[in-house]
């Protein structure tokens, strides 16, 4: 038989107890995933809706792919200083926005009538 000092018996005790917790855990996540796993609308090609490039907020041009903070705000202050958009091709005047990013964002972007 082993002897233990109190303060050994505390940390084996202490260190099942973590262990113990990690295996619980485990079980949980296996038996109920976490929400981050599930899609976004963006995720499902059969709900992709086109964000009308002269009506969307900042919030809306950000979710698009392709779109990034700095080309959502040239977005939004080119379309306020020189009017709305005509169609997508005047896109390609804002500075950061490559035609690679262009590629990406072009199925989720329209220009409507203001």
């Known amino acids: 038989m082993i002897i233990l000092t109190p303060q050994e018996r505390r940390s084996v005790i202490f260190i099942g107890a973590v262990f113990l917790c990690g295996i619980c855990l485990q079980v949980i996540l296996k038996l109920y995933p976490p929400g981050y796993q ?63 990013s262009m590629a990406r964002a072009d199925a989720h972007l329209m220009a409507g009538h203001p």
Do not use: C, W
Request: charged share 30%; proline share 5%; no cysteine.
């Open 38 to 100: 599930q899609l976004t609308f963006l995720d499902r090609p059969s709900e992709r809706l086109a964000v009308d490039v002269n009506r969307a907020s900042y919030e809306e041009l950000l979710a698009v792919p392709g779109i990034g903070p700095s080309v959502a705000a040239r977005i939004i202050y080119a379309r306020d200083n020189k009017g709305s958009f005509k169609s997508l091709d005047e896109l390609h005047g804002i500075k950061g926005f490559s035609k690679k």
